[in-house]
């Protein structure tokens, strides 16, 4: 094979590299533009396999170790700039909180090379809200290629030898079944995993092969065919569906990839797509597009933490600094760094053993700037004392033991956790023991929605939750039903709330009414099952929520962000409409069991015409509906009264 630079393989690779960042920096401006990471794959497999074929094959060893030489080369210096310039940035700036949790765990997976693996194993698809706000997310493809990348030389080494002729296209047809497969059954390991990606970089490696061997000749391209390729791939940016990928929407992109780089090796410089796609200017697009892929979604995703990404402003500043981060990288880092004297003259064994310890030593150093974030943030969060609920401390009250011989159980959602300073600062000052049973989205008794249903996830949690209480628990002790009661007006990853007429639409709906009714009756089995074990039964009223995200906008660099626009406080009187309908529920299930106490935060939370999310330079809340540490010790005080009066009513009704 004549080993000429094909010039118009970097046009294409312009065209893929433009229709992702499109697509990342808003999905309706290119719906199936995610599918450029799919061409990537094959020019990645040709190209590669081009450069096996006319590299010296004499010996494995000398073969093997100049072809990762290449590769420690050509990925890793921009890559770990890259990742290094954004550790440093997430560690300063990002707030810790559920939005940003798998940050650090994918950020350090992408120094290894396995980011795709610690991806596909979270519970978030690839096309999730919560996934716009991490910056490492799109190290996926570099993790597929450099796992690629391990496998496939030894198989091109014995190809060449006139060995295993048949094992690339053998495990590309494994790849392809275990794809259907996975795009049906497993979504995220549909999407991220090296076993049901292979066979898109088998595609180009497999069409290198045919140009490699005797059996092609060059000429005779078909300029009708061509365009067939190019509609491929224009289909599939338009038409290829999210929920049905790789297969069989990867189809498009993948067949029209492999026909238009067939055209170009055919028709070499004469062709006219060729002559467009070697443009000057779509060339060096193509040229840098390696670290415009590198350098955009990280760019991205800063203006989602920072200012917001979605006015044509916006997206217009991203472009630009991601082209600025990309060209410095590329001429910086790609083209000088990586070509100085003391690179070159390295022996191959050398350089990656020189690779392999720096990238070693960057892993390193993000992995402790990572661990060591709460004392490096910049960000207003970084006071755990003030915003973070799961954290107490015991000098807030008076030690004592008046309820030494109790426990108190709380079962809830999210909002269960997040009493925990309260349940710390009550548990410090009386002794009570504390057993909190806390899982997202499984709120018993929030009488807006029905938990325990043969379609819910939370069903058998809670009831083993609750049957541990009945075998555990005596008639002193507590049972805390701790959830989010009022309906949400946003949460940790919208870019803008709910309207409150829009809310209200959804509260009066026909639907949402047969919700409550449901979730009544349910919630009055709950207690009335738990008032079998204990007369002491508490639940909290709805607490005030907010169309303001006080961790997304409390700093100096996000306080401009449209998530904020709904302001730090919230309406009382419109509160208390909104949440009238579940109050109402709260009264028949009250009246069902009278035993039961219903404790009320928002008098604690609101004076009579608002509901602040501050208290001067210290935050009640540490999203739109979760309260921070110090809401927490601001409702202590009516929570302790809560919970004495429960004692005390039951103490009264045993004398009588």
């Avoid at 916006?314 to 083209?335: C, D, G, K, N, P």
């Avoid at 401390?393 to 079962?411: C, E, F, P, W």
């Amino acid at each position: 094979m004549k080993s000429r630079y094909i010039p118009s393989i970097d046009g294409l690779r312009a065209l893929a590299v433009l229709s992702v960042m499109l697509f990342h920096l808003d999905a309706s401006l290119l719906p199936g533009g995610f599918t450029g990471v799919d061409i990537f794959f094959v020019i990645s497999g040709y190209v590669v396999a081009r450069s096996l074929v006319n590299h010296p094959h004499t010996q494995f060893y000398s073969y093997i170790v100049a072809f990762y030489r290449r590769r420690v080369v050509r990925i890793f210096p921009a890559l770990l700039f890259c990742l290094v310039i954004t550790s440093a940035i997430v560690v300063l700036f990002i707030p810790q909180a559920w939005l940003s949790k798998s940050i650090s765990d994918t950020g350090l997976a992408a120094f290894l090379g396995w980011s795709n693996i610690a991806l596909a194993a979270n519970s978030d698809t690839y096309f999730s809200p919560s996934v716009e706000f991490n910056p490492f997310v799109h190290t996926w493809s570099l993790g597929v290629e450099e796992q690629f990348y391990v496998i496939f030389p030894v198989l091109f080494y014995f190809y060449l030898k006139g060995k295993t002729r048949l094992a690339l296209a053998g495990l590309a047809i494994i790849s392809f079944a275990l794809s259907v497969n996975y795009s049906q059954s497993d979504t995220n390991a549909a999407y991220y995993l090296l076993t049901s990606r292979f066979w898109e970089l088998a595609a180009g490696a497999m069409l290198c092969q045919w140009h490699a061997s005797k059996r092609f000749r060059e000429g005779g391209h078909s300029l009708s065919a061509a365009f067939t390729g190019i509609t491929c791939i224009l289909l599939g940016f338009i038409f290829a569906s999210k929920s049905a990928f790789p297969f069989p929407w990867a189809l498009l992109p993948v067949a029209g990839t492999v026909i238009v780089i067939h055209y170009f090796v055919c028709a070499g410089q004469t062709g006219m797509l060729t002559r467009l796609f070697s443009l000057p200017f779509v060339r060096y697009i193509g040229k840098i597009s390696y670290s415009l892929y590198l350098w955009h979604w990280p760019v991205y995703t800063f203006f989602r933490w920072s200012v917001g990404l979605q006015s044509p402003v916006e997206w217009m500043l991203a472009f630009i600094i991601t082209f600025a981060m990309a060209m410095f990288s590329y001429h910086v880092i790609e083209q000088r760094l990586s070509h100085t004297p003391q690179v070159t003259a390295m022996r191959p064994a050398s350089t990656i053993g020189a690779g392999l310890a720096v990238i070693l030593v960057s892993f390193a150093g993000a992995s402790y700037a990572f661990d060591h974030q709460k004392r490096l943030s910049q960000s207003v969060t970084s006071n755990r004392y003030v915003w973070y609920p799961y954290y107490s401390h015991s000098s807030d009250v008076q030690k004592g033991n008046a309820l030494a011989d109790r426990t108190i159980y709380v079962i809830g959602d999210s909002h269960a956790g997040a009493y925990a300073t309260m349940l710390r600062m009550l548990a410090d000052e009386t002794g009570i023991n504390t057993q909190i049973h806390s899982q997202g989205g499984c709120g018993a008794v929030n009488m807006r929605e029905p938990v325990m249903t043969a379609q819910s996830r939370c069903a058998q949690k809670l009831e083993k939750w609750l049957s541990d209480i009945e075998k555990e628990a005596g008639p002193n002790d507590i049972v805390f039903f701790a959830t989010l009661k009022a309906y949400r007006l946003t949460n940790q990853y919208r870019m803008y709330p709910r309207s409150k007429d829009e809310l209200k639409s959804q509260i009066r709906s026909e639907s949402a009414l047969k919700k409550r009714e449901q979730a009544k009756a349910e919630s009055i089995r709950i207690v009335k099952r738990m008032n079998q074990v204990t007369n002491n039964i508490l639940t909290d009223a709805p607490k005030p929520v907010f169309s303001y995200i006080p961790f997304r906008c409390s700093d100096w660099f996000n306080r401009t962000n449209p998530t904020c626009e709904g302001g730090p406080w919230q309406d009382r009187e419109q509160m208390e409409q909104m949440r009238k309908p579940v109050m109402e529920n709260l009264q028949s299930l009250k009246a069902s069991v009278p035993r039961l106490l219903v404790w009320d935060p928002l008098p604690t939370l609101c004076n009579s015409t608002r509901c602040p999310v501050y208290d001067e330079d210290k935050t009640r809340y540490f999203d739109g509906d979760h309260l921070s540490a110090h809401g927490n010790r601001l409702l202590y005080p009516s929570f302790k009264r809560a919970v004495f009066s429960l004692i005390n009513e039951q103490n009264l009704a045993g004398t009588m």
